[in-house]
Every structure is written in C-alpha cells, then in structure tokens.
C-alpha cells in the first residue's frame, strides 16, 4: 500500500500562484507504478482530473488548465503540481492519486480558493 498526502492549499487571489506537494508514504522505486496525477473537486461538481505524469515522463493537462499548470514529481516519494495564474473556477479541493500494478490510492485532498 501507498499513503498519500496533500499539501500547500491556501486562499489565494485570482491571478495568484501556489504550488502543491503530494509526499507518498514509499518511493516510487519500491513499487510499479504507471502514473500519478493530481484531481479536483469544487462543490456540487464531479473530480476531474486536472493533470497527470506517467513513469516515463509524458504528461497531461485539462484543457481549462494547460499553460498554467505544471506536474512535476522527482520519482521518489514527492509530486508536484505548480498553479499559477489561479481563476476564481480553479477553487476546489485538489487531490493526489497514483495507479499502481493493480491499484489507485488517493490522497485525502487539500482546499484550494481562490478569491475574485
């Protein structure tokens, strides 16, 4: 098993930056993993993903988010997601999640707000 767990959600002003981390409980080198991506979910809406790197780099954005987003991970034990230029659309809570040989662990989310 993997535990995954968020952090770096604030509130933040439209047009702001943040930056979330998502720590694994093991190394990326311990278990097969074919990738990890990070989601979100804003009240009365479904998760969507919002982007996502597979173990040989390749990544992927939602379409809402492209050339603001950056994922990011060091393979390790660490993914990254680097959000700038933040709109008021993009409050929600933003979880971690990998998918492994045979499962998805999700992480328990971290609050992103971004105030007009």
């Known amino acids: 098993q993997v535990q995954l767990v968020e952090s770096g959600g604030d509130l933040v002003r439209a047009g702001g930056s943040l930056r979330l981390s998502c720590a694994l409980s093991?190394?990326?080198?311990?278990?097969?993993?074919?990738?990890v991506g990070w989601f979100r979910q804003a009240p009365g809406r479904q998760r969507e993903v919002v982007a996502g790197i597979t173990k040989g780099g390749n990544t992927n954005y939602l379409t809402s988010v492209k050339g603001r987003f950056t994922i990011s991970t060091d393979y390790d034990k660490t993914v990254y997601l680097q959000m700038s230029s933040l709109y008021a659309e993009d409050t929600a809570v933003y979880y971690c999640a990998i998918v492994t040989g045979g499962s998805t662990y999700w992480g328990q989310g971290t609050q992103v707000t971004v105030s007009i």
């Open positions: 093991r190394s990326m080198h311990s278990f097969t993993f074919n990738h």
